[in-house]
Antibody, heavy 119, light 110 residues
């Protein structure tokens, strides 16, 4: 399973680091993604990292580019999302997902962690 | 990175078939055969139902099928069952090396 953690309440302009720990399978062979969802709204893709996390291996939605950084530690079987300069628009449930079925789809998802940006 | 276009809602009776459309552009749906579909029940994480346009992951019922023509992809659910009632999202890889989701479609089983 994939288990997200690190969500919570943060003030505008603040930072937060999300983690996604895998158990029962190894993430090292898979592209990994972060997807967010405002409660009651649709899914929004946030970021992707390829299997080894090397140079040029990350991609971001325009809305988070320059503020969010995706990374992974395959030895710890964990995915991360460093979120800086947070605003109310970043309030959402954040899901991590693994491309376990194909490179281009998100085959396995965590249960999500809620990030609330508010003063 | 505009969202793919899906109908807000569709409905059908048990046993019937329904189709959900997903319209993109020549930079996403029309450019690649990398469309996937996700089912999400209230309060739950999304679940992959179709990948790479028309492939079913292991364990997904063969009542679910996908197709694509030009810039529009479709998800068809045959033999509707009460448990199919959920939100459905399409997604596509894009030429910007990003992914984009549709706005979601709420399926009601009457």
């Amino acid at each position: 399973q994939l288990v997200e953690s690190g969500g919570g309440l943060v003030q505008p302009g603040g930072s937060l680091r999300l983690s996604c720990a895998a158990s029962g399978f190894t993430i090292s062979g898979y592209w990994m993604h972060w997807v967010r969802q405002v409660p009651g709204r649709g899914l929004v893709w946030v970021s992707r990292i390829n299997s080894d996390g090397g140079s040029g291996s990350t991609n971001y939605a325009d809305s988070v580019k320059g503020r969010f950084t995706i990374s992974r530690d395959n030895a710890k079987n964990t995915l991360y999302l460093q979120m800086n300069s947070l605003s109310a628009d970043d309030t959402a449930v954040y899901y991590c997902a693994a491309g376990t079925v194909s490179y281009w789809s998100l085959g396995y998802w965590g249960q999500g962690t809620l990030v609330t940006v508010s003063s | 990175q505009s969202a793919l276009t899906q109908p807000a809602s569709v409905s059908g009776s048990p046993g019937q078939s329904i189709t959900i459309s997903c319209t993109g552009t020549s930079s996403d749906v029309g450019a690649y055969d990398f469309v996937s579909w996700y089912q999400q029940h209230p309060g739950k994480a999304p679940k992959l139902m179709i990948y790479d346009v028309n492939n079913r992951p292991s364990g997904v019922s063969n009542r679910f099928s996908g197709s694509k023509s030009g810039i529009t992809a479709s998800l068809t659910i045959s033999g509707l069952q009460a448990e199919d009632e959920a939100d459905y999202y399409c997604s596509s890889y894009t030429s910007s090396i990003t992914w984009v989701f549709g706005g979601g479609t709420k399926l009601t089983v009457l």
